[in-house]
């Protein structure tokens, strides 16, 4: 079905703010974006979603796209910020893909920043008019690590770096 808004919120690990802080850099978010509690959320602005029992033989048992325009996940260090925003969360091929800008300037236009792992997302729940997807870790993907050390001039980035797990709040009426 269509999907009318909702969020998807990431509990931060704190392997992933562990490794921030290492590195000196500075989370923060841009546009309608929320930063609060250990958590980072971004409103969902459209897409369409189907979701097929996991009991089933149907594989991906989740499948299309959620988009997440105008809001993103800024690092900051030095005088250097890096914002990873404008997400398109692709459950069928487990990836998220989003923009990346180096102080304000596109460096890579829907770049693979984060897999998706879904071993251990939770059965959908349904509450209201939403529909609620929970338990899929992130983690960095290897052209995001690459990014953030070539830009960042580290190479303490590593691809496949957890850094959270995810909750798809849904609107679906």
Same mark, same amino acid.
């Not at 189907?50 to 989740?62: C, E």
């Not at 050390?149 to 798809?168: C, E, H, M, R, Y």
């Given at each position: #079905?269509e999907?009318?808004? *909702?969020?998807?919120?990431?509990?931060?690990? !704190? *392997?992933?703010?562990?490794?921030?802080?290492?590195?000196?850099?500075? #989370?923060?978010?841009s546009?309608?974006a929320k930063?609060a509690?250990g958590?980072v959320?971004?409103?969902?602005t459209?897409?369409?979603v189907?979701?097929?029992? #996991?009991d089933?033989n149907?594989?991906p048992?989740?499948?299309?796209?959620?988009?997440?325009?105008d809001?993103?996940?800024?690092?900051?260090?030095g005088?250097?910020?890096v914002?990873?925003? %404008?997400f398109?969360v692709?459950?069928?091929?487990?990836?998220?893909y989003?923009?990346?800008?180096?102080?304000g300037?596109?460096?890579a236009?829907?770049?693979?920043?984060f897999?998706?792992?879904?071993g251990?997302?939770?059965?959908?729940?349904?509450?209201?008019? %939403?529909a609620?997807?929970t338990?899929?870790t992130?983690?960095?993907?290897?052209?995001?690590a690459?990014?953030?050390?070539?830009?960042f !001039?580290t190479?303490?980035?590593?691809?496949?770096?957890?850094?959270?797990?995810?909750?798809?709040t849904?609107?679906?009426?």
């Amino acid at each position: #079905p269509e999907v009318l808004g *909702g969020d998807t919120s990431v509990a931060l690990d !704190k *392997g992933f703010t562990d490794a921030l802080t290492s590195l000196k850099l500075t #989370p923060g978010v841009s546009g309608d974006a929320k930063l609060a509690d250990g958590a980072v959320s971004f409103p969902i602005t459209s897409g369409s979603v189907t979701y097929w029992s #996991p009991d089933g033989n149907y594989r991906p048992y989740v499948q299309g796209l959620l988009n997440h325009d105008d809001s993103g996940l800024t690092l900051k260090a030095g005088d250097t910020t890096v914002t990873l925003e %404008n997400f398109v969360v692709n459950p069928g091929s487990s990836k998220l893909y989003g923009d990346v800008l180096v102080n304000g300037e596109v460096a890579a236009p829907n770049a693979y920043l984060f897999s998706l792992h879904g071993g251990s997302l939770k059965p959908l729940q349904l509450e209201g008019d %939403n529909a609620i997807l929970t338990g899929t870790t992130v983690h960095v993907s290897a052209d995001a690590a690459k990014l953030l050390n070539s830009t960042f !001039k580290t190479d303490a980035v590593k691809a496949g770096l957890l850094v959270g797990t995810a909750t798809i709040t849904a609107q679906i009426k």
